[in-house]
């Protein structure tokens, strides 16, 4: 298949948010390795179709700032492949666990981290996309009502300001303080982006209804690469340069 064919079946893509968009993505900027033009429209194409998926702009990125996008696109895979995200929460949460872990979103690290974790109780509200296979179902009433004693929120994308996280993010959030519960976003590899990516990145999603942008101080802490961080710590180290290309 060509490059700008595979574009056409990555623009189909059902879940913006699935690692395998990011690694089939990186696969195909690496065919762009001799055609720098076809690299900057193929980049522009992928973050016009799935512009929620903070990693598919931290790829991009990479790729068009590096002195060859296939091995930037390789590496950038390696490091999705390599996040040690799900054993930084893991670690970081208590053990033995005492109340059960609501979860928004993060399908994939939550998984991950309830294969290091079986002990967890995880419960993930309805609604938010694909529910994580480890976790039960429950709505936010009922998994509210279960005294968590933590409550993740996925993030698709993290900036010096502001994340873009699941719509109802800032209720929950809310309602957990009631609890009380601290609530953590959770920030694997690839979702933490400059100022000016993030800024562009946000208004481009319009009225995207299944996502919220939110201030930092809706969480308590983010974890990511480097485990629990104060938000805007973990904000201002950004793995990826701004490309010009992306921001017009």
Do not use: Y
């Not at 938010?128 to 994308?157: N, Q």
């Not at 873009?164 to 690839?190: D, H, Q, S």
Request: proline residues 11%; contains cysteine; charged residues 25%.
């Amino acid at each position: 298949m060509q490059p700008f064919e595979r574009l056409r079946h990555l623009a189909r893509w059902a879940d913006t948010d699935d690692t395998d968009l990011v690694e089939e993505a990186a696969d195909c900027l690496g065919g762009f390795r001799d055609d720098p033009a076809g690299l900057v429209v193929a980049c522009r194409r992928l973050v016009a179709h799935h512009p929620v998926n903070g990693r598919l702009w931290w790829l991009c990125a990479r790729a068009l700032c590096a002195p060859d996008p296939a091995d930037a696109a390789a590496e950038a895979c390696r490091l999705l492949r390599t996040d040690p995200t799900p054993t930084r929460l893991a670690e970081a949460l208590p053990f033995p666990p005492e109340d059960p872990v609501l979860v928004l979103g993060a399908a994939e690290v939550v998984e991950a981290t309830g294969a290091i974790r079986p002990d967890l109780h995880l419960l993930a509200v309805r609604g938010c996309g694909r529910p994580a296979r480890v976790a039960r179902p429950v709505s936010e009433a009922e998994g509210l009502a279960s005294s968590p004693g933590h409550v993740l929120v996925g993030v698709h994308a993290l900036g010096p300001d502001g994340a873009v996280v699941p719509a109802g993010a800032v209720g929950l959030a809310r309602a957990a303080r009631e609890v009380p519960a601290p609530v953590w976003f959770v920030a694997g590899a690839g979702r933490t982006l400059p100022a000016r990516l993030f800024d562009v990145l946000g208004a481009r999603l319009g009225d995207e209804p299944a996502v919220d942008v939110v201030p930092l101080d809706v969480a308590d802490r983010v974890v990511g690469p480097k485990g629990p961080q104060h938000p805007r710590d973990a904000a201002r180290r950004p793995d990826c340069p701004v490309a010009p290309e992306l921001l017009r």
